[in-house]
């Protein structure tokens, strides 16, 4: 399962939108995940499930289906706040960095509002600065990136030296287990022109530069302006916008999503995670005070923003930064189910470019060992090998042999 990790400063609210987004679990009854570890949990990618399209009623199981949108579960993990010094072991840093860099892709929150000072505590609103908090964290991911290729540098010498390895091969050695692939390698080295100087030539400068290089190509991410409901996080976002542009930031109000699905559970109001809107169910029942609240976030977040934005910054790492494709696997292509008669029982979030074997991969390894080819399932027509899954494929899987009941 694709991982995404929250970092930012304390403060920032990356726990109150680790709750948020996280809230939906108990809804999947039939998803196994454990919660031993407090920060880490379920949320969900949405998408517009096809089942609309189709003209079915589905049955998900791996996935929820709600209103025709379809939730995907990620995994969140949920860091403590990075203080200066955390890649020198401060405040358990260390240990946090080297969970952030377990994920496939990280949200780095900011408070917008500039409601935390430089340390992570909470000052008078507008005096803190998001964008330098903002590279505070960063900087410490990067020299932690640096620190440990650093202590590593004997150990890839000698794999050059001893094994003749190539230098993108024994980096790889090294990186691999902080979900670097060779390409991103590959495309470090080149970036940064060490591909042409030899490693034992490197000075920290050079070490320095390449793990930025990895940091950002390894780790794609999202920055998430948080705390936007409050006015004066204006100004900040449109700093913000400025120096990075509308691609890498996500305006939000993590707290507002969070009452809005407390609202939501305690039956106070419809709303789907993510909707541009809710709706209160009986006005009558609300407290004053619920009733201020609603109006608030009505006319600070929804007025304004259009929608929270937390939901939107998941959506946009998985399919858009991860470049995932959301494809739906059919036993029964006529009625697009299994073999229990679920309907569109599973969605997958496929990488860029996975063909129809890759899914079976994914799927189950018989599939896989007995797979023949693929259908299209709504034209029903056979696809060739090589196909390209796209967004919003229905595929059925046709093998040598019938799985066992
Ligand atoms: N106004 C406002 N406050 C928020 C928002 N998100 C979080 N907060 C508040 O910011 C404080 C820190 O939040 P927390 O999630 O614990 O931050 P963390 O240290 O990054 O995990 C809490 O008082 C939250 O209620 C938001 O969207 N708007
Ligand atoms: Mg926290």
Redesign the pocket.
Known sequence: MLRIGII???????????NAVTMMNAEVSNYPFTTKEPNVGIGYAKTACVCKELGVKDNPQNSVCIDGWRFIPVEIV?L??LIKGASEGLGLGTKFLSVAAQADALLH?V?A?G?INAR?E?CEPGMGSPLADYYDVEEELIKWYTKNLLENADKIKRLLQNKSMRLQDALYEILSGIKVSPSHIKEALSRTKLDGIPFEDWEEEEFRSFATEIRYLSKPTLLVA?????PVAERNLKGLLDTFGKSFVVP?????ELLLRKAERAGAISYIPGDEKFVVKDSASLTPKQKWALEYVKSRVFDKWLHTGVDQAITIAVLKLLKRNVVYPVEDAKRYSDRKGNVLPDAFLMPQGSTPRDLAKEIHSELYENYLYAIDSVSGLRLPNDYELRDRDVITIVTSKKRKA
Do not use: R, W, Y
């Not at 930012?8 to 680790?18: D, E, I, P, S, V």
């Not at 948080?226 to 409050?230: A, H, R």
């Not at 939000?252 to 507002?256: G, M």
């Open positions: 930012g400063k304390t403060n920032a609210g990356k726990t109150t939108l680790f949920d403590p706040g929150v408070d509002s409601s992570g909470i948080n705390k936007m409901d409050m939000a109000s993590a707290d507002v």
